[in-house]
Nanobody, 118 residues
């Protein structure tokens, strides 16, 4: 079992920045990828960014829509993953969900709302 607690969402104007955090507890040693999905009203949940630890190296992957604006990072000592979001756009408005993958199963956080006003 893995528990994920998210923080950092909120309301920001277009062009602004937010940083999301997701702290994992429980069976953390089996976690491979961690990252963020988002779901806007009326749309499917989509992958925003993921980061996978392999040995001492973290490998990051981003959706094309956020490349160059968002940065995912992982503090393995704190079992926490971060999503730094810069140059936010109204189309980034969504509920952001943290996830942690163990084998074929994903654990999910409760979600945090990000609203970008124009």
């Amino acid at each position: 079992q893995v528990q994920l607690v998210e923080s950092g969402g909120g309301l920001v104007q277009a062009g602004g920045s937010l940083r999301l955090s997701c702290a994992a507890s429980g069976n953390i040693f089996s976690i491979k990828p961690m990252g963020w999905y988002r779901q806007a009203p009326g749309k499917q949940r989509e992958l925003v960014a993921s980061i996978t630890r392999m040995g001492s190296t973290n490998y990051a992957n981003y959706a094309d829509s956020v490349k160059g604006r968002f940065t995912i990072s992982r503090d393995n000592a704190k079992n926490t993953v971060y999503l730094q979001m810069n140059s936010l756009k109204p189309e980034d408005t969504a509920v952001y969900y943290c996830y942690a993958g163990i084998g074929d199963y994903n654990y999910w956080g409760q979600g945090t709302q990000v609203t970008v006003s124009s």
